[in-house]
């Protein structure tokens, strides 16, 4: 599998940092996790083949996880030539087909329908759902809001976790047992902490008592882009840390 960090910033506006979106690829599967603003500028800039997504996975409804969503579904309907055959699919928490019929009934009938066949589904935590014969997802409940999820994809050679957003979960870490690779929201530094995001020493504890292999950070406001994240996860976690940029890539086991 492999990871790209598309975006690695949040509702803030940055120059450097999109809002929250990840690309993982393995074969024919293209996943984004989340799609906040300004993804799908990355993803042809980093010459993603975004024409080709087959999923996208939503951890929850702040608009800077899924705000470019209805972009893409427009983006695919008129500038894939030729037109587009293949499904294209939108996971997320339960609640995630409300929140697209109430999309469309702004946007439009195009955004369910858009010309090729769509399906949304919510995901029950705690049911692996196939996304093809080696691909499975999984789902968590996390400290954020009501509906927030962790998500996790796990292949034969190895199993990504991403947090989401979240506070610090010692139940979040338990599900994430033994990850190859924690992507894990860094929002704020330790000065500025809150309940619902974790600071950079917050996800280093989490990587820690996960066992992780490898944590790499995401989610950064402006605040804790500064304050050597990598620094401070690392000083809790012994494995190796990554401060992720827009743009950066990962392998998740031998591919
Ligand atoms: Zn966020
Ligand atoms: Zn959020």
Same mark, same amino acid.
């Given at each position: 599998?492999?990871?790209?960090?598309?975006?690695?910033?949040?509702?803030?506006?940055?120059?450097?940092?999109?809002?929250?979106?990840?690309?993982?690829?393995?074969?024919?599967?293209?996943?984004?996790?989340?799609?906040?603003?300004?993804?799908?500028?990355?993803?042809?800039?980093?010459?993603?083949?975004?024409?080709?997504?087959?999923?996208?996975?939503?951890?929850?409804?702040?608009?800077?996880?899924?705000?470019?969503?209805?972009?893409?579904?427009?983006?695919?309907?008129?500038?894939?030539?030729?037109?587009?055959?293949?499904?294209?699919?939108?996971?997320?928490?339960?609640?995630?087909?409300?929140?697209?019929?109430?999309?469309?009934?702004?946007?439009?009938?195009?955004?369910?329908?858009?010309?090729?066949?769509?399906?949304?589904?919510?995901?029950?935590?705690?049911?692996?759902?196939?996304?093809?014969?080696?691909?499975?997802?999984?789902?968590?409940?996390?400290?954020?809001?009501?509906?927030?999820?962790?998500?996790?994809?796990?292949?034969?050679?190895?199993?990504?976790?991403?947090?989401?957003?979240?506070?610090?979960?010692?139940? @979040? $870490? /338990?599900? %994430? =047992?033994?990850?190859? *690779?924690? !992507?894990?929201?860094?929002?704020? +530094?330790? &000065?500025?902490?809150?309940?619902?995001?974790?600071?950079?020493?917050?996800?280093?504890? @989490? $990587? /820690?008592? %996960? =066992?992780?292999?490898? *944590?790499? !950070?995401?989610?950064?406001?402006? +605040?804790? &882009?500064?304050?050597?994240?990598?620094?401070?996860?690392?000083?809790?976690?012994?494995?190796?840390?990554?401060? %992720?940029?827009?743009?950066?890539?990962?392998?998740?086991?031998?591919?």
């Amino acid at each position: 599998m492999e990871l790209v960090t598309v975006g690695t910033g949040t509702v803030a506006p940055s120059g450097s940092r999109t809002s929250a979106c990840h690309w993982v690829g393995r074969g024919n599967l293209k996943i984004l996790l989340d799609c906040g603003a300004g993804a799908l500028h990355r993803l042809a800039q980093f010459g993603l083949p975004w024409h080709q997504i087959t999923h996208v996975v939503l951890s929850h409804f702040h608009p800077d996880h899924w705000g470019e969503l209805p972009m893409l579904v427009y983006a695919l309907k008129y500038t894939t030539v030729p037109a587009r055959q293949e499904p294209f699919v939108i996971l997320g928490p339960p609640g995630v087909v409300r929140l697209l019929k109430k999309l469309a009934d702004g946007y439009g009938p195009w955004l369910l329908d858009p010309g090729f066949p769509i399906g949304i589904l919510d995901v029950q935590g705690g049911e692996p759902f196939p996304l093809d014969k080696d691909v499975s997802l999984e789902t968590f409940p996390v400290p954020h809001t009501q509906e927030s999820v962790a998500l996790s994809l796990t292949a034969p050679e190895g199993r990504l976790v991403y947090t989401g957003d979240t506070g610090p979960s010692s139940k @979040l $870490a /338990r599900w %994430a =047992a033994g990850a190859d *690779l924690l !992507l894990a929201e860094c929002s704020l +530094p330790a &000065e500025l902490a809150m309940e619902m995001h974790l600071t950079p020493e917050q996800a280093g504890d @989490l $990587a /820690r008592e %996960a =066992a992780a292999r490898r *944590l790499v !950070l995401t989610h950064f406001y402006p +605040p804790v &882009e500064n304050s050597d994240p990598a620094g401070k996860a690392g000083a809790r976690f012994t494995g190796p840390v990554t401060a %992720a940029r827009d743009g950066d890539r990962f392998t998740i086991g031998g591919r």
